[in-house]
Nanobody, 127 residues
Framework: QVQLAESGGGLVQAGGSLRLSCAAS????????MAWFRQAPGKEREFVSA????????VYEDSVKGRFTISRDNAEYTVYLQMNSVKPEDTAVYFC????????????????????WGQGTQVTVSS
């Protein structure tokens, strides 16, 4: 079991930056692949980015490549999402998710791959 708590959301102007954090509690944090998903009003939850347990592999949704960076600190049980050059279309509730996954070569992009979820943090980008 792992519990997740996101923080760092807020209001930011287009072109600005924001860093989201997800603090995990439980055990064996490095055994979990971690991901960020987002959900805009009236839309389905969508994949944003994910990172393997070791941090050696990362994947991104095409619209955030080159702008967002996912990272993790296994000693601190925390995963981050650095969001640069944000756009109004990035406005959404951002969720952190964890998947018990010892395979460092495969990272799921589907919400069904992830068993544990945080409550979400709101990101609003003004134009």
């Amino acid at each position: 079991q792992v519990q997740l708590a996101e923080s760092g959301g807020g209001l930011v102007q287009a072109g600005g930056s924001l860093r989201l954090s997800c603090a995990a509690s439980g055990r064996a944090f490095s055994s979990y692949a971690m991901a960020w998903f987002r959900q805009a009003p009236g839309k389905e939850r969508e994949f944003v980015s994910a990172i393997s347990g070791s941090g050696g592999k990362t994947v991104y949704e095409d619209s955030v490549k080159g702008r967002f960076t996912i990272s993790r600190d296994n000693a601190e049980y925390t995963v981050y999402l650095q969001m640069n050059s944000v756009k109004p279309e990035d406005t959404a509730v951002y969720f952190c998710a964890a998947d018990y996954n010892l395979n460092d070569y495969y990272i799921g992009r589907d919400s069904a791959d992830y068993d544990f979820w945080g409550q979400g943090t709101q990101v609003t980008v003004s134009s």
